[in-house]
């Protein structure tokens, strides 16, 4: 988990994306709930299909790998309860980003469609 959080560092884009989603899989799999290693598949699929059409900028990108770096430091640790604290506050400001990019999306959509 700190090996892929640390893969991270300085990389923006889709390699980004893919070593974040790594270290998610990551933490998934040593929880060892398949329910929700199921559940968030379709979700990662959805949010990769809009970062690589959107390009989160390198700032959300350096915020993401801190996250995910205190949280495999708490993991390691073994303090769950910061942890899932950690966790937690990293899903909130991703949400933030992802309700962002998702109305910029619609905006330029609308835009668009005035413009035809």
């Known amino acids: 988990m700190r090996?892929?959080?640390?893969?991270?560092r300085g990389?923006?884009?889709?390699?980004?994306?893919?070593?974040?989603?790594a270290f998610h899989a990551a933490v998934?799999?040593?929880?060892?709930?398949?329910?929700?290693q199921l559940m968030t598949e379709p979700l990662f699929t959805i949010?990769?299909?809009?970062?690589?059409?959107d390009r989160a900028t390198p700032s959300f990108w350096k915020q993401v790998t801190a996250d995910h770096e205190a949280i495999a430091r708490a993991i390691a640790a073994g303090r769950g309860d910061d942890a899932a604290r950690a966790m937690a506050s990293h899903l909130r400001r991703l949400r933030a980003?992802?309700?962002?990019?998702?109305?910029?999306?619609v905006r330029t959509a609308a835009s668009r469609a005035k413009v035809s």
Do not use: S
């Open 3 to 8: 090996a892929a959080a640390l893969r991270a």
């Open 11 to 21: 990389r923006g884009g889709v390699r980004a994306f893919d070593v974040h989603r």
């Open 28 to 36: 998934l799999d040593a929880a060892g709930n398949r329910l929700l």
């Open 47 to 53: 949010l990769q299909t809009r970062f690589l059409r």
């Open 97 to 105: 980003t992802y309700e962002r990019i998702d109305a910029l999306a």
